[in-house]
């Protein structure tokens, strides 16, 4: 007998993994890499022979003359190749490669699990960040088809970690807040269980953060302090080796990091297996103590807290779930084990006042993922029963046991007989009969038993017959031992599993010019089904519809047209994204019906520097049309990116890419055409933040009451859409202007409202400081040092002033604040958040002033 189960796999950076559910057992089995790991590395490299090798046999490799590929999962979705020694692999092929290894040695581990039974590991529910686009979530169903398995779904991981956690620590319906860092990606989910089934409210992340970089920074640390020796290691990759050294330390700080989450401080000695830029061995012993990391690391921590209240922002506006809603704070991934981030984490979103959980759960946070993944295959994949009769049967739900329902498909491998009907048997009666129900596939049947019959064996078998009642082949039916007492809880349910994370659109025509239609908005649960009624707008005699995932082009259909169709002629189009990410369209216009659909668009190239530097202009020109607290916003998140950029186009190409889409998206957002700055989703924006303003408040807002803001808003917005929609460009800067005019003095009013209500003034002025202090604190640590070695020393020197600045003046006095919550009432504080504030403005300067730092100025004639 053989059987195939659905299974789990955890397809990670740094580390995989799988699980699997198997029908009677107790909890889902792990996999086990024979040295006492339940994961194993991310890598794939070459053996001394020169074959492929994956797992801990390439991570082995890693000291020799061909170092492995690791953190692949970063670069899914593109398809340039990554050199491995003279063999060239693409991550989508790396990625299979790997699996191939994790299947072979899981199937192999878990022979003998089930008595007389062959197990067979083909059928596998694969998990993917949450962020995933349509492209990376393919090129992850590509990898595991190249492995040889049939994926049967793709679940975001956060939502298998959730699962995972409400199936063992048995918790209720409520909200979680699922913190994903790994090795080498992070992301977080905002998700609502109700009456058992999970829904995706909020999703960010960042695929270029994880402990990968932890490891980096400490290596940086390690870099300092033996150039402070007397070695030369150098403060960039200006030689062709320092790659390689720097590479080094890296492995290095990776086991230092380990001991650091144990114990205060920790020693690396090194014995000479490298040398510096002048030959020499590296010989020394190194400490560090575990502050000492966690200041290197923290503007990491801090980011990852942004992508959390960015999730947060979001299922507050699509569900009106906030921080304070949240029940459940879960860490999942290994890097969730420093002790920094857990602090962080329990600081930001945990206890009274802040959220109902009273702390992070961590349980088996390099496992639960596949542990969920595990679960939820269970519930999705049928259990497969084979005999060597030529009889195989598909269970469509796994019974615990005896006297429940039992249906699904059966088939007969041998041509020619048509069977009649299943009969479950023992070796001495009939226990049941059922038709079957022919489906369309040849061969294959439907069949339904209302139930099994209590008191009998637990192995009887299902036997196809003919006409006659004679046996044309049997297969045992392979159920659990267990009394139903001792059966396990039920399987959660999963509705929503997924959210889109980028939107998708449709180019139109208005007044002659291309312009975007939103067929389906960022964040909208899957699967989900769009229709759109649109109309032709010229005698072309063809219909093109131009799909964008954001503004990248997904699809393009050309349909040709009867001759002289009219300008006005009605079309349809409907739009379905399933869980998977997969895409069709279908549609009509006149008599014509259309279907297509939609392959996974390719990675598009990278940006040359000239294309980059056009980014750079665009963001300038839209800066000095920006104003008030849009210029600012737009001003605190560009400055960064293009000094970053600036300095990553020597240091750090793949940096510099990730650094020019995120201006990219940037200028989508603030200005996407030159004309309309800024752009309708910005004004959007800005209405909605006008609503929270004004509805928040108790009494009337600038003598206006509430039902005529509501017919005003109404109106702007009706004009917002009429404008946009127009060729009036000059209208539009007006409305805009307007808009955020109004939006401006609404604020302020909200202000003096506050300042009416001394303690939520206080509170206000409480969060607001939190909010800046931490976007100073990552600020000072993303900030791109120059490459020039003069120039990084002055303004090395300034930053450092400026952070022990932001220590004694903003981040003091908050603790000091905070623990004097509960004995002074916050309102008799609101000198001392004054001041912080203050504090925190001459720091934004201060900033600013090291982007100019020894510039010349010119002179005034």
């Not at 070796?427 to 038709?435: E, I, P, V």
């Not at 990553?648 to 998206?665: G, N, S, T």
Request: glycine letters at 8%; proline letters at 6%.
């Amino acid at each position: 007998m053989k059987l195939t189960p659905p299974f789990g796999i955890d397809l990670g950076t740094t580390h995989s993994s799988a699980a699997i559910y198997l029908p009677g057992a107790a909890a889902p089995l792990t996999f086990d890499d024979g040295q006492g790991s339940q994961v194993m590395p991310s890598a794939v490299g070459l053996s001394p022979a020169g074959d492929l090798v994956a797992g801990r046999p390439a991570f082995d490799t890693r000291f020799g003359p061909t170092p492995p590929l690791t953190s692949f999962k970063r670069r899914m979705g593109h398809s340039d190749a990554l050199q491995l020694g003279s063999r060239a692999l693409t991550p989508v092929e790396a990625s299979g490669h790997l699996l191939s290894a994790l299947v072979a040695r899981f199937a192999g581990q878990l022979q003998g699990h089930v008595e007389a039974a062959e197990l067979r590991l083909e059928r596998a529910l694969i998990t993917i960040p949450a962020y995933f686009d349509v492209t990376q979530a393919e090129a992850t169903r590509q990898a595991g088809e190249l492995a040889g398995l049939e994926v049967i779904g793709l679940l975001q991981e956060p939502t298998a970690a959730a699962m995972f956690y409400s199936w063992k620590h048995q918790l209720q319906d409520g909200n979680f807040l699922v913190y994903d860092l790994g090795g080498g990606t992070f992301d977080v989910s905002v998700i609502r269980c109700l009456a058992g089934e999970y829904q995706v409210l909020g999703i960010d992340g960042d695929n270029h953060l994880g402990g990968d970089d932890f490891d980096r920074r400490l290596a940086g640390l390690l870099r300092s302090r033996l150039n402070a020796a007397g070695y030369a290691l150098g403060t960039s990759f200006d030689e062709p080796d320092d790659r390689l050294r720097f590479e080094l330390l890296t492995r290095h700080a990776r086991t230092l990091k380990e001991l650091l989450s144990a114990q205060d401080a920790a020693s690396l000695e090194l014995d000479g297996s490298f040398s510096d830029r002048e030959g020499r061995p590296v010989h020394a012993s190194v400490e560090v103590s575990r502050a000492e990391f966690e200041r290197a690391i923290d503007d990491l921590i801090e980011s990852t807290l942004g992508a959390c209240q960015r999730a947060l922002h979001q299922s507050g506006e699509q569900a009106q779930v906030t921080l304070s809603d949240i029940d459940h704070v879960l860490l999942v991934g290994g890097s969730t084990h420093v002790p920094a981030v857990q602090q962080a984490i329990a600081r930001a979103f945990c206890g009274e006042g802040v959220s109902r959980a009273e702390a992070p759960l961590s349980d088996s946070p390099e496992m639960c993922v596949a542990l969920g993944a595990a679960l939820h295959a269970a519930t999705l994949g049928r259990l497969r029963i084979e005999a060597d009769s030529g009889v195989a049967i598909e269970l469509d739900d796994i019974p615990s046991g005896l006297g429940e329902a039992l249906s699904g498909r059966v088939e007969l491998a041998r041509q020619g007989q048509q069977p009649e009907a299943l009969e479950l048997r023992e070796a001495s009666q009939t226990l049941a009969r059922t038709a079957l129900r022919a489906t369309d596939a040849p061969g294959v049947w439907n069949f339904f038993v209302a139930n099994l019959p209590e008191g009998v064996s637990e192995r009887p078998s299902a036997t196809l017959v003919d006409s006659a009642g004679v046996p044309l082949g049997s297969v045992p039916l392979w159920l659990p031992r267990r009394a139903p007492s001792e059966r396990p809880a039920p399987m959660p349910a999963l509705s929503n599993p997924a959210v889109l994370s980028r939107g998708i659109f449709l180019e139109v025509v208005k007044d002659g010019k291309p312009s975007r239609h939103a067929l389906i908005p960022r964040g909208a649960h899957l699967p989900t089904r769009a229709t759109h009624r649109l109309a032709t707008a010229d005698t072309s005699g063809a219909v093109v519809l131009q799909l964008f995932q954001d503004r990248l082009p997904i699809h393009t259909l050309v349909m040709p047209l009867p001759e002289h169709t009219a300008p006005g002629t009605p079309l349809t189009l409907e739009l379905d994204v399933d869980e998977t990410l997969m895409m069709s369209a279908r549609g009509n216009i006149g008599s014509q019906e259309f279907w297509v659909r939609i392959d996974p668009p390719r990675t598009p190239a990278e940006l040359d520097w000239p294309q980059i530097e056009e980014l750079m202009r665009r963001a300038e020109a839209a800066g000095r049309q920006l104003w008030g607290m849009e210029a600012r916003r737009f001003e605190r998140d560009v400055a960064p990116l293009i000094a970053g950029m600036e300095v990553a186009v020597h240091q750090d190409p793949l940096r510099l890419q990730i650094l020019a889409r995120r201006l990219e998206a940037l200028l989508d957002e603030f200005a996407p055409r030159a004309e309309r700055i800024p752009g309708r989703g910005r004004v959007d924006a800005t209405l909605d933040g006008i609503r929270r303003a004004v509805f928040s408040s108790t009494g009337d807002v600038q003598s206006i009451t509430r039902e005529q803001w509501r017919a005003r808003l109404d109106h702007l917005s009706a004009e917002v859409a009429r404008v946009w929609e127009g060729s009036d460009d000059a209208a539009w800067r007006q409305l805009a202007d307007r808009v955020q005019a109004t939006y401006e003095t609404v604020v302020q009013d909200e202000a003096r409202f506050l300042r009416a209500d001394p303690e939520g003034h206080a509170r206000r002025m409480l969060d607001t400081c939190q909010s800046r202090q931490a976007r100073v604190r990552m600020d000072l640590r993303e900030f791109a040092l120059s490459a020039d070695a003069d120039r990084r020393a002055l303004q090395e020197r300034e930053i450092e002033r400026l952070e022990q600045r932001l220590r004694d003046e903003v981040i003091a006095p908050l603790d000091e604040l905070r623990a004097s919550l509960d004995a002074t009432p916050l309102a008799r504080r609101t000198d001392a958040l004054e001041a912080i504030h203050v504090a925190i403005d001459h720091l934004e300067l201060g900033l600013q002033r090291v982007r100019t730092l020894g510039l010349l100025k010119r002179q005034e004639s």
